[in-house]
C-alpha cells in the first residue's frame, strides 16, 4: 500500500459548484417522493453441483435520493451481490430492483447499459482501470460510450480529475505509474464522467492506507454533498462516520 | 484530398480507433503472424491471379486480328466467293466493310549479288483502301493503283534481307518493293506477315485464270455485339438453298481462350484461397485469444456503460484495422514481386499493369481484409455477450 503524495484538503469548495449539477437528467424522470433506489425482497441463489448458496436471501430497502450510505457486513455477507444487483451488473434471481424508479427486471441489454452509462458510477476495490490507457483516457472511457464529442470529452475528462484531486502531472500517465490512491481518484472521475446521480463504491478503501483511504472517503462526502446519492459498501465500521444511513448485512439478509 | 484529411481526423480522435491500434501493439508477435497470414494470403490470390491472365493476354495477344471480324470463305467443293455473293453480303445491315481478298500461294526470289533468296509467301489482291484497314506499314508506303510496286509482309522483308526499292522476282515477273509492314502475328483473315501485297492488275497478270472470285471476303462489323446477327444474316441470305459459304467470327476464339483462362485463373486462385483460409483461423485465433486475455476489460467497459454494439466495434475496428494494413502490404508485395518477376524472367512488365491484373490485386486485398473480418467476427460477437459481472471477475 502506497501513501498518497497529495494532500487533498485544501481547496475543495470550487470543485463542488462543477458536480452539483450531477444526474439532472434523472431527475426529470424521477420525482423526489420516489426513492432512487429499492429493493423488493431480493434473491441471488448460486447453485454450486448440489448445493445452493443464498448469496442474498430476501433483501428490501430503499434508499432517498442524495443519502449517503454505508452497507456494512462481515466478509462474505453478500455485500457485493447487493452492490452488483444495484449497479445493473448481475440480475437477482427473484424480487425487484427499481433505479430511478425503474424496475431492471423489465429491461432488456440496452436498457440496463443505458442505467449503466447514465445513472451509476461505480468504484471497485481494486480500481478496475484499463491497464494500457493513460489516466485521461480512461475517464474519457464512459463519455465515448456515451456519444461525447473528443474535445468535450477530453476538456470534461480534466476537469474530472481535477475534481477528484489528481495531479495534473499524472494525466497521461498509464495505472501501473500510479499509487493506488492516485489511482481510485482516476477511477473516482471515471465513475462521475457521465454525471450519475448515484455512485456506487465497493470497498473503496480496502486496498489504500487508512490516511489515503480516509482521503478517498472524505472526497465521496464532498461529492455526496453536492448531490450525488453514494452508498459505500465495507467491512471496515470506522467508514460508518461518513455515513448518513448504515445498512448492515448478514448471510444475505438485512440485520437492522 | 479533403476527405483523406476529414478521415484521418476521424481516426486519431476516434478512442475506439485508438484502443484497437493500442491493443494491436500490446501483441505485438501475436499480431504480426496473423498479419504474415494474411499477407500470404492476399499474395497468393492476387499473384495466382496475375499469373493465369497474363498467360491468357500473352496467348490472345498472339492472335492479331481477334474481334470485329467475320471471314466468309468458300463452303466444302466451292471453289469461290462469287461477285453476285458479295453483293448479297452488302445488302446486310451493321457491316463497316467489306473486303474480297484474293490469293495465291507462291515462291518468289530475290537475287544479290550472287546469291538468290527463296521463300514462299502469299500473294495477294486487295485493294489498296482495304489493305490499310488491315494492315500497318513499318516503312515506305502503299502501292499505286496499276503499278507493279508492291508491298512485303515482316517475315518476307527480314528472311530475304529486303530493303524498300529492291525487286522480287514471281514466276519472271518483277515487283519493286516500295513498303514493309508491321509484324502482326498470327492471324485468321490473312497472313500478313509472309504476305506479298500488290495492285490488282498486277495480281491479275501474274493469275489470269483466278478472275471468277475470290478467295475469301473480310466483312468488319460496326459493333462487336451484333457480330453473331450478321453473321446469321449473311448465312441466310448466301446459303438458303445449298451451303455454298462458310462464316467464322475471328471471336469464338476470344470466347473459348476466355472461358479456358478463366478456369485456369480460378484454380489458381483456389490455391490462393486455401492460404487465405488459413490466415482466417490464425485471426480468429489471435482475436480469440486476445479477447480471453481482455475479458476483465471488457467487464470494466460494460460496467462504465458499453453496449454490446460498443464492444463489437471495437474488436471489429481491431480486425479491420489488421486486416486493412496485411492486405495493403499483401498488395504492394504482390505488385512489386510480380514486376521483378516479370522484369527478370520475360523482360516485360506490361501485363501487370493492365486493368484486369489490378482487378486481380484488388481481388486479393478484399478478401484479405473479408477474412480479418470474418475470423474477427466470431470473437467479438462472443466478447459482446459476456455477462459484466462475469467478465469483471474473470482473473
Ligand atoms: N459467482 C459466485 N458463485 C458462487 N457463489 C458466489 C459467487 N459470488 C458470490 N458467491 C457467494 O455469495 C456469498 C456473498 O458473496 P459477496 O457478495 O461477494 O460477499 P461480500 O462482498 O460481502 O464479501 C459468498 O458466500 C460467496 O461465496
Ligand atoms: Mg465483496
Known amino acids: 500500500m502506497q501513501q498518497e503524495k497529495s494532500s487533498p484538503d485544501t481547496a475543495r469548495k470550487k470543485r463542488i459548484a462543477l458536480s452539483a449539477n450531477s444526474g439532472k437528467k434523472a431527475q426529470k424522470a424521477n420525482h423526489s417522493t420516489h426513492p432512487i433506489v429499492q429493493l423488493q425482497n431480493v434473491k441471488r441463489i448460486y447453485t454450486l453441483g448440489e448445493n445452493k448458496i443464498y448469496a442474498l436471501n430476501g433483501v428490501s430497502f430503499a434508499i432517498k435520493k442524495g443519502d449517503f450510505v454505508t452497507i456494512m457486513g462481515s466478509s462474505g455477507s453478500g455485500k457485493s451481490t447487493l452492490l452488483n444487483m444495484i449497479g445493473c451488473l448481475d440480475l437477482p434471481s427473484s424480487g425487484k430492483v427499481k433505479v430511478n424508479n425503474v424496475d431492471l427486471?423489465?429491461?432488456?441489454?440496452?436498457?440496463l447499459?443505458?442505467?449503466r452509462r447514465n445513472n451509476i458510477g461505480f468504484i471497485f476495490q481494486q480500481f478496475n482501470l484499463i491497464p494500457t490507457l493513460t489516466a485521461l483516457?480512461?475517464?474519457?472511457?464512459?463519455?465515448?460510450?456515451?456519444?461525447?464529442?473528443?474535445?468535450?470529452?477530453?476538456?470534461?475528462?480534466?476537469a474530472m480529475l481535477k475534481n477528484a484531486d489528481l495531479p495534473l502531472e499524472y494525466a497521461n500517465h498509464k495505472p501501473n505509474e500510479m499509487s493506488g490512491g492516485q489511482q481510485?481518484?482516476?477511477?473516482?472521475?471515471?465513475?462521475?464522467?457521465?454525471?450519475?446521480?448515484?455512485?456506487?463504491?465497493?470497498?473503496?478503501?480496502?486496498?489504500?492506507?487508512?490516511?489515503?483511504?480516509?482521503?478517498?472517503?472524505?472526497?465521496?462526502?464532498?461529492?455526496?454533498?453536492?448531490?450525488?446519492?453514494?452508498?459505500?459498501?465495507?467491512?471496515?465500521?470506522?467508514?460508518e462516520e461518513y455515513a448518513h444511513t448504515t445498512i448492515r448485512i448478514q448471510d444475505g439478509e438485512i440485520i437492522e | 484530398m479533403k476527405l483523406t484529411k476529414k478521415l484521418s481526423a476521424i481516426l486519431s480522435n476516434n478512442m475506439y480507433a485508438e484502443l484497437a491500434k493500442r491493443n494491436l501493439k500490446r501483441q505485438s508477435v501475436r499480431t504480426v503472424l496473423a498479419a504474415i497470414g494474411i499477407i500470404i494470403g492476399v499474395i497468393a490470390?492476387?499473384?495466382?491471379?496475375?499469373l493465369g491472365n497474363s498467360l491468357k493476354l500473352s496467348v490472345t495477344e498472339s492472335f492479331a486480328d481477334i474481334g470485329d471480324k467475320l471471314i466468309v470463305s468458300p463452303a466444302l467443293?466451292?471453289?469461290?466467293?462469287?461477285?453476285?455473293?458479295?453483293?448479297?453480303?452488302?445488302?446486310?445491315?451493321?457491316?463497316?466493310?467489306?473486303?474480297p481478298v484474293s490469293t495465291s500461294g507462291e515462291v518468289i526470289e530475290?537475287?544479290?549479288?550472287?546469291?538468290?533468296?527463296?521463300?514462299?509467301?502469299?500473294?495477294?489482291?486487295?485493294?489498296?483502301?482495304?489493305?490499310?484497314?488491315l494492315v500497318e506499314l513499318e516503312d515506305g508506303r502503299f502501292f499505286k493503283p496499276g503499278s507493279t510496286d508492291c508491298v512485303v509482309g515482316y517475315s518476307v522483308a527480314d528472311n530475304m534481307e529486303l530493303t524498300l526499292g529492291q525487286k522480287i522476282e514471281i514466276d519472271d515477273t518483277k515487283l519493286r518493293v516500295v513498303g514493309i509492314l508491321k509484324e502482326r502475328g498470327m492471324g485468321f483473315d490473312i497472313s500478313t506477315d509472309s504476305g506479298v501485297f500488290t495492285s490488282s492488275e498486277m495480281y491479275n497478270k501474274l493469275y489470269p485464270d483466278e478472275d471468277e472470285g475470290y478467295d475469301e471476303v473480310i466483312v468488319i462489323v460496326k459493333d462487336l455485339d451484333e457480330i453473331d446477327a450478321v453473321s446469321d444474316e449473311i448465312e441466310e441470305r448466301i446459303n438458303k438453298k445449298d451451303e455454298l459459304v462458310t462464316v467464322f467470327a475471328t471471336n469464338m476464339i476470344t470466347d473459348s481462350l476466355d472461358d479456358v483462362f478463366r478456369s485456369i485463373s480460378l484454380f489458381l486462385m483456389g490455391i490462393g484461397s486455401i492460404s487465405l483460409l488459413v490466415a482466417g483461423v490464425s485471426i480468429l485465433n489471435v482475436m480469440l485469444m486476445s479477447t480471453m486475455e481482455r475479458t476483465k476489460e471488457i467487464g470494466i467497459m460494460k460496467a462504465v456503460g458499453a453496449s454490446r454494439k460498443d464492444i463489437l466495434k471495437m474488436f471489429l475496428l481491431e480486425a479491420l484495422f489488421l486486416g486493412v494494413l496485411a492486405s495493403t502490404a499483401g498488395a504492394i508485395l504482390t505488385i512489386g514481386g510480380s514486376y521483378?518477376?516479370?522484369?527478370?524472367?520475360?523482360?516485360?512488365?506490361?501485363?501487370?499493369?493492365?486493368i484486369s491484373s489490378m482487378l486481380y490485386v484488388a481481388e486479393g486485398f478484399f478478401f484479405g481484409i473479408a477474412t480479418s473480418l470474418v475470423g474477427g467476427m466470431y470473437p467479438a460477437w462472443k466478447a459482446s455477450r459476456m455477462k459484466p459481472l462475469d467478465a469483471l471477475r474473470y482473473e
Open chain 1, 184 to 239: 481510485q481518484r482516476v477511477a473516482i472521475a471515471r465513475a462521475l464522467a457521465n454525471n450519475p446521480p448515484i455512485l456506487l463504491a465497493d470497498e473503496p478503501t480496502g486496498n489504500l492506507d487508512t490516511k489515503t483511504g480516509h482521503n478517498i472517503m472524505e472526497l465521496l462526502k464532498e461529492l455526496n454533498a453536492a448531490g450525488t446519492t453514494v452508498i459505500v459498501v465495507t467491512h471496515d465500521p470506522k467508514l
Open chain 2, 340 to 354: 521483378l518477376v516479370m522484369e527478370l524472367l520475360v523482360k516485360n512488365t506490361s501485363y501487370l499493369f493492365t
Open chain 1, 137 to 158: 483516457e480512461n475517464v474519457e472511457i464512459p463519455m465515448i460510450f456515451n456519444g461525447e464529442s473528443p474535445a468535450r470529452r477530453r476538456k470534461k475528462a480534466l
Open chain 2, 77 to 99: 467443293g466451292e471453289d469461290y466467293i462469287t461477285d453476285k455473293q458479295v453483293d448479297q453480303i452488302r445488302k446486310v445491315s451493321n457491316i463497316e466493310s467489306i473486303i
Open chain 1, 105 to 111: 427486471s423489465k429491461l432488456d441489454d440496452d436498457g
Open chain 1, 113 to 115: 447499459t443505458a442505467i
Open chain 2, 45 to 50: 490470390i492476387s499473384s495466382m491471379g496475375i
Open chain 2, 110 to 133: 530475290y537475287r544479290e549479288g550472287g546469291t538468290t533468296y527463296q521463300s514462299y509467301v502469299s500473294v495477294y489482291d486487295i485493294e489498296k483502301e482495304d489493305l490499310e484497314k
